[in-house]
């Protein structure tokens, strides 16, 4: 069997959404692989999170969504190269990044102790505050109780104040009683936390004991991080230089440096911790939690070169979005006025896409959009060109929202429902439609 190159490679994802002070999993441990010329079909009941799963590809999650865990890797040559321009500022930039990079470096030979000293401080805070099975059970209470008055209160709201006098009356008052439970409860809490706190202050023998301890570790960690660095370490550290500066030098002066000093937060949090740089997944993690890495390949005296793994999961910046959306990532949503404009003709609202994606002209972009028309079923697609959206049927304008989608010549279409909305002999002609285009991009 021929090898097959894989689009899209989903492993282990996790999304999940903040809804009213709680935190709900919408999509546990999915994995999927996407491979170039397949078409795979999601299927599940309504509300089992298929448009949530496909919405993570294109960073189109609401806004109280994140992906929890998991990784998306994306493969697209064209965006994973990267280069970025070597002038007399970039030099600079890398040569303090090396500097900052070799003093950090240091803390590697202590990383030992340093989590000694961590682990010592986050004893003593434990000793001084409930334990988490008790903080569990507080939040647990706490979060019930406070359901229990919402749930009163929105029925409270629903009785009919001419009619159900007394019912409004006893919710209020199981309210007020509740309100009463709620702040009894948080204040009891408070003082058995400054109970133990007070408890542990007391604790002479166990304080003489911590900073004797904590003494010793400074000690010896002040000893260990004022070894010289080895040449070895300063190569690495000088590609690491070149690597964070590649990773964010596609941003604006003022993100880029904020982006840069970042990574170097991030980098000297990892030697601190001991993390082995030297190792491809661990290094990506780090770079991860700022912006994804781009490895360093080569360089001349004008520019460095790059390529980087594009973890769609960790994408963070709208501009990167903008290069994948549309372009290498396209959607058709189950309603196809969701993505036309209705007082925008329909060349209008192609062309534009075609203008801001690819480098053409509007004549251009004019003449591949007739072309998509045709393509997609559209008849007699110059006179049609400035007609609106509501001059078309609900099959046709489905066939324009999937021209746009393909205008760009995308590696992936995600067809959420795109036939749902229409009659069963348009849904074949659609499903039809999208095969043979499949073939011919």
Known sequence: MEDRKVLLSVKDLIVKFHVRGRVLTAIRGVSLDIYENESIAIVGES??????????????????????????????????DTVVKLNDNAK???AENKKKLDEYSRLEFGADTYKAILEL????????????????????ELL?????????????????????????????????????????????????????ANSLAHDTAYNQEFDRKMAELKAKHAKEVSEAISAETEARNEILAKEVYLSVGRFGFRKRM??????????????????DLNDEEQRNAVFDKVTFRVKYLDENSERLHGTCILNLANIKDGRDWSQIRGTKIATVFQDPMTSLNP??????QITSVIMKHQDCTENEARLRALDLMDKVGIPNPEARFDDYPFQYSGGMRQRIVIAIALSCQPKI?????????LDVTIQAQILKLLKDLQKEF
Do not use: W
Not at 50 to 79: P, Q
Not at 343 to 348: A, D, N, Q
């Open 47 to 80: 509300g089992s999170g298929k448009s949530v799963f496909t919405k993570t590809f294109a960073g189109m999650l609401d806004s109280n969504g994140f992906i929890d865990n998991g990784k998306i890797i994306f493969s697209d040559e064209e965006l994973s």
């Open 413 to 421: 279409l995600i067809c959420d429902e795109p036939t749902t909305a």
């Open 144 to 196: 019930e109780l406070k359901h229990e008055r919402t749930n009163t209160f929105n029925l409270k709201q629903t009785y009919d104040p001419s009619k159900e006098k007394d019912k409004i009356k006893e919710a209020g008052k199981k309210i007020s009683e509740l309100d009463t439970k709620i702040k009894a409860f948080e204040k009891e809490h408070e003082q058995k936390v400054k109970e133990r």
């Open 343 to 348: 007082i925008i003709t329909i060349g209008k």
């Open 258 to 275: 904020k982006q840069n000093n970042a990574l170097l937060d991030a980098l000297k949090e990892a030697m601190q911790l001991g993390v």
């Open 92 to 94: 600079k930039v890398i």
């Open 121 to 140: 401080e986050s004893e003593k805070r434990r000793r001084a505050d409930i334990s988490q099975e008790e903080a569990e059970v507080y939040e647990k």
